[in-house]
């Protein structure tokens, strides 16, 4: 499990120069200051995590259990709740704040968020299939997925089938991203690469948990 995370909101993609002058891909991430609503342990909850909250919404606009939540803690309203599993929160408390700099340059995270949904898509674009003769016999069948089941024995279609159907939309996370630039400042943090899902989605970064460990005298 991670031991340091943020949450942030994906800006778009653009491009940097590292110290060799070379073009460097990299994602933005808008990473506004994160409150601290609730700290969860092993002996409360069963698991340890910290519950964070960003940006402001008009507590008229909030539900009575959702301002109570948030009149507990003691902390401005928020945007959206977003819990970060962690292994050891003996350092959060209630009401701290946690900014961008938690990550620095050249570290490595995980950053997971909802995928853009593709709606419909048949199987070639979904699973990559490869697609029907385009002649031979073929008519009309190009980019269906061909054959998906039995006869008689067992007469149905296996559960987990690759088939066509809806594309995207689902919880993706991408390992071993390396921090190029994290400001505190400017509340902002560059990731080297493509980050899942579409500009305004809600992002969670953590400490790589299977990075590997760096060889010896590099």
Known sequence: MASK???GTKVGMTQVWDDENRIVPVTVLAV???R???VKTGDTDGYSAIQVTFGS????KLTQPERGHFEKAGVTPGRKLVELRLDDVSEYAVGQVIAADV???G???DVTSVSKGKGFAGAMKRHGFKGLPASHGAHKVHRKPGAVGQCATPSRVFRGKKMPGRMGGTKVTTLNLEVVRADAD???VLVRGSVPGPKGATVVMRNAVKARPAKAGA
């Open 32 to 34: 506004e200051p994160c």
């Open 107 to 109: 570290d490595l995270i």
């Open 5 to 7: 995370a943020i949450v």
């Open 57 to 60: 919404r008009n507590p008229d």
């Open 186 to 188: 400017q509340n902002v």
């Open 36 to 38: 601290i609503t609730q």
């Open 103 to 105: 990550l620095a340059a």
